[in-house]
């Protein structure tokens, strides 16, 4: 079975610091996606990351593929109270038609 | 209107109570997912349609009944639900079921809040 760990559970900063969570699994993925979700609503697809080694930035959100396609970093700089909620990553498995999700990252931002 | 729509967003019910959420797609996607959000739980895979066909049932009680009459709509039908049955909702949407880094994301929902009395 694949799973995907992610790190910390909780982060509470300030808003202007910088920060990263992590994404990490035994397995390799073909992709990995991340996801926001505030409170009440559906997760919210920002990225997904497809090669080894890949970086993609969405603004102040910069998102890395392990080389070895088993693990995804998410680093935020200058944080803001409007990048507070939860932070999921997600990837297909390898045999059939499941998505294994992570438990996520509750980030919370104080003005 | 664009993307993934559920209603309601919010159902309360009894436990002897029938009721059926509802989802639907503005994608064009073939493949459509119901989840479950408890809290402090990762998200849970219930049901899986492709092209109309259920592929994936997860061990989901029978209290809990899947429908999809075409690619665009979705729905969940409860009945004699428990009240450990409260959660979140999902339905995703994502182009097709087969693997293909350009077709494994998937499209959410809003959800809808279930509390069961």
């Known amino acids: 079975t694949q799973l995907l760990e992610q790190s910390p559970q909780f982060l509470s900063i300030q808003e202007g610091e910088n920060l990263t969570v992590y994404c990490n699994s035994s397995s390799v993925f073909s992709s990995l996606q991340w996801y926001r979700q505030e409170p009440g609503e559906g997760p919210v697809l920002l990225v997904t990351v497809v090669t080894g080694g890949e970086v993609k930035k969405l603004k102040r959100l910069t998102f890395q593929f392990g080389d070895a396609r088993k693990d995804s970093s998410l680093h935020i700089t200058a944080a803001q109270p409007g990048d507070t909620g939860l932070y999921l990553c997600?990837?297909?498995?390898?045999?059939?038609?499941?998505?294994?999700f992570g438990p996520g990252t509750r980030l919370s931002v104080l003005p | 209107e664009t993307g993934v729509t559920q209603t309601p967003r919010h159902l309360v019910m009894g436990m002897t109570n029938k009721k059926s959420l509802k989802c639907e797609q503005h994608?064009?996607?073939?493949?459509m997912y119901w989840y479950k959000q408890s809290a402090k739980k990762p998200l849970e895979l219930m049901f899986v349609?492709?092209?109309?066909?259920?592929?994936e049932n997860n061990s989901v009680p029978s209290r809990f009944s899947p429908e999809c009459p075409n690619s665009s709509h979705l729905f969940l039908h409860l009945h004699t639900l428990q009240p450990e049955d409260s959660a979140l909702y999902l339905c995703a949407s994502s182009q097709v079921v087969v693997r293909g880094p350009d077709t494994d994301t998937q499209y959410f929902g809003p959800g809808t809040r279930l509390t069961v009395l």
């Open positions: 997600a990837g297909p498995d390898n045999y059939g038609q499941n998505f294994v």
């Open positions: 994608l064009g996607h073939n493949a």
């Open positions: 349609y492709s092209l109309e066909e259920r592929v």
